[in-house]
């Protein structure tokens, strides 16, 4: 399998306040995979993603999309961030929201318009949150939220897809309804890297595995490297999953 | 009314609206303090370009005492920054440093000019049309009136331009810096555009009022929408509300012209924080009450759907079995009857057909809890709504 590189990451280390969280990270992600990051909490995984996405800035080494600096890339990927970043409070709908996913194709200064509304509307389609289009956003359901969020990936149309935890409170309707979008896009040739905390459900949603605990542990195909052995290492205890279903 | 009581008005009603809009952006970004830090902060910035320049209206001086509001923003953040204390405390360190400072520089030099702190805090509306702008011999009227005017323009033109850069830099930074539009130049921009405002507005009507002008119309909106646009305009509309209230108000009653916009600020805000339709404290209560209500109905509902025996139904025994006072009883069997969900006969309670369909979608609701179609059912039953 010659795959193409998706996003390619070297020796990223990575300080909030000069203690290093993520250290010396080297990282393929192949292009078409469906990928978790598995770690334990404060593993470092949001932070490698918002470094990937260069919200951050890393002290050291690289990051590349497709072979060209995330800078010039950036309408490629899209961005789903963990929960409780933004503020619910803020005086906007789902819909509102949903079309923020646009912007960034839009550029500076160009404003939204029906096109963009009409995007926007059909990925709250696709998400099942229609319905709820005109709701202020901290009126809805933990879940719900996350949908929209989806939903305002999806409108970016990106070829590379980062999301963390978006699995995170939600029920068992809704993580399935998630799953098969993110299945879906990964059918389409779309790359897709989720932040995963549910270890069991590891080898029946996704092909690809990294283990991260600021350090990589190892990265590859769920099959191959998914074991007690990877796990151990990762979460320091002594750990065991039944992945013979 | 005569020009120099309309001009009082026209110079109030500009610095409201140029107030109103960076305003709110920061209620937005809770960051109310720091237009407090500026106000006061850039008083040594004033004092200095005032030295320099001898003229309290130059653009030079509005330029240095912005880079001090910019300076002051820079210093909260670093303070913060270590970790060591957090943001209200930084404010609360930087600008009394920066303000003493500027104080002790016009108490210094107090023979020479004519600046005092006085003047400064709480500025003087009502002088505000004697200093006026003379351009080759003609008065095109008060000079703060076309100070004023000139950054509401660049602020208006700002906020068109960049209206979709500064919601998403606002409302979700991650996205805003990973689609490519930095949280960082917003954030200074609008940093930029407050200290501007704050030293533009400053000389006409002080730093107090220019504090009040920034915040209170924003709150008061934010209780009110849930549009962005909606609040800036609401926004705007309760800053130049009160900025003419006040003004008329300070007249019949010859009181302070700040004093009397400041005032009619907050009590327009806790008018709204009281009737507010939504999160206005009284709505939220009948709110409460309501719902408290509707989930006994739906209780009593329930028990009517399980108990078939007329026992079980009999409007005494209800009152005793679900344990409830007999005014409650009474306004839940009010509500039911209303509502054509039950029909009582010989002190018999049933359900109809529609209270049996309802009980059955909101069990199937409650349970789980996920369910486009019931957004029909929340117009007519409070219990769904939020
Ligand atoms: N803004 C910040 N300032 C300082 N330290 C931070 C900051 N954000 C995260 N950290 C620290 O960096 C480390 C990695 O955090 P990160 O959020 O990347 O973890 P994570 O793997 O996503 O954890 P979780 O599973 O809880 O989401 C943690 O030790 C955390 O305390
Ligand atoms: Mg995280």
Redesign the interface.
């Known amino acids: 399998m010659n795959k193409k590189i998706a996003v390619q990451v070297d020796d990223l280390t990575v300080a909030y306040n000069y203690k290093p969280v993520l250290w010396d990270i080297d990282l393929e992600i192949p292009e078409g995979v469906l990928m978790a990051i598995v770690g334990p909490n404060g593993a470092g995984k949001s932070t490698l993603i918002k470094s990937i996405l260069g919200i951050l800035k890393p002290i050291a080494g690289s990051v590349s999309v497709y072979g060209k600096p995330y800078k010039k890339q950036r309408h490629l990927v899209a961005y789903v961030p963990q929960k409780g970043s933004v503020d619910w409070d803020f005086p906007t709908t789902a819909l509102d929201v949903v079309m923020m996913g646009t912007y960034g194709s839009l550029g500076w200064i160009k404003r939204p318009g029906q096109k963009e509304k009409k995007l926007a509307l059909e990925a709250l389609e696709k998400v099942g949150m229609l319905a709820f289009k005109n709701r202020q956003i901290s009126q809805l359901s933990g879940g719900q939220q996350q949908r929209i969020f989806l939903a305002r990936a999806l409108v970016q149309n990106a070829a590379i897809y980062f999301m963390d935890e978006p699995f995170q409170g939600v029920d068992a309707t809704t993580e399935i309804a998630i799953i098969n979008i993110l299945k879906e896009l990964r059918k389409a040739g779309k790359t897709v890297i989720v932040v995963h905390h549910d270890l069991q459900t590891v080898p029946e949603y996704f092909d690809w595995v990294t283990f991260l605990n600021v350090k990589k542990i190892a990265t590859g195909p769920v099959k191959d490297i998914f074991n007690d052995d990877n796990l151990t290492k990762t979460y320091g205890i002594n750990y065991k999953v039944s992945i013979q279903e | 009314m005569n020009s120099a009581q309309l001009e009082i008005q026209i110079i109030a009603s500009l610095v409201a609206i140029a107030c109103a809009i960076p305003g709110t952006f920061l209620v ?1 970004r809770k960051m109310a303090m720091i237009s407090d830090a500026i106000s006061h902060s850039i008083l040594p910035g004033i004092v200095i370009g005032f030295f320099i320049t001898q003229d309290l209206n130059s653009p030079f001086l509005i330029l240095l005492a912005a880079i001090t509001g910019i300076i002051t923003v820079i210093l909260v953040e670093h303070i913060q920054k270590t ?1 060591l204390v957090k943001e209200d405390t930084a404010i609360g360190l930087v600008f009394p440093a920066l303000f003493s400072i500027g104080v002790i520089l016009i108490a210094k030099n107090a023979n020479d000019i004519h600046l005092d702190v006085d003047a400064v805090l709480l500025g003087e509306l009502a002088f505000a049309p004697f200093d006026r702008l003379i351009i080759s011999g003609i008065d095109i009227g008060p000079k703060s009136m076309w100070i004023i005017g000139s950054i509401l323009t660049i602020t208006i033109g700002l906020l068109i ?5 500064l ?2 830099s ?6 805003s ?5 930095s949280p960082a130049i917003m954030h200074y921009s609008l940093m930029t555009i407050s200290s501007i405002t704050t030293v533009g507005a400053f000389d006409a009507v002080g730093a107090i009022l220019v504090v009040a002008l920034m915040i209170a119309p924003a709150a008061t909106a ?1 209780l009110l ?4 646009k ?2 800036l305009g609401l926004a705007i509309f309760f800053g130049v509300f009160s900025a003419i209230s006040g003004y008329w108000i300070a007249h019949w009653l010859d009181a302070s012209i700040a004093g009397s916009i400041t005032t009619m600020l907050g009590l327009i805000f806790l008018m709204v924080y009281l009737f507010a339709p939504n999160k206005g404290i009284i709505a939220v209560f009948y709110r409460e009450k309501q719902q408290r209500t509707e989930v006994s109905l739906l209780t009593f509902l329930l028990h009517l759907k399980n108990h078939n025996e007329e026992s079980e139904r009999h409007v005494n025994h209800l009152n005793e079995h679900i344990n409830w006072q007999k005014v409650r009883s009474r306004s839940v069997l009010d509500l039911a009857l209303k509502n054509n969900m039950i029909t009582i006969k010989n002190n018999i309670v049933s359900l109809t057909k529609k209270g049996d369909d309802f009980t059955t979608q909101a069990i199937d609701y409650i349970i ?3 369910n ?2 019931i ?1 029909d059912m929340k117009e007519d039953f409070f219990l769904f709504r ?1």
């Open positions: 937005l970790g331009a960049f209206f979709k850069e919601k998403v606002t409302f979700d930074v991650g996205l810096a990973s689609l490519g539009f934010y929408t849930t549009d962005l909606k609040m789980t809890n996920e486009a179609q957004e939020g």
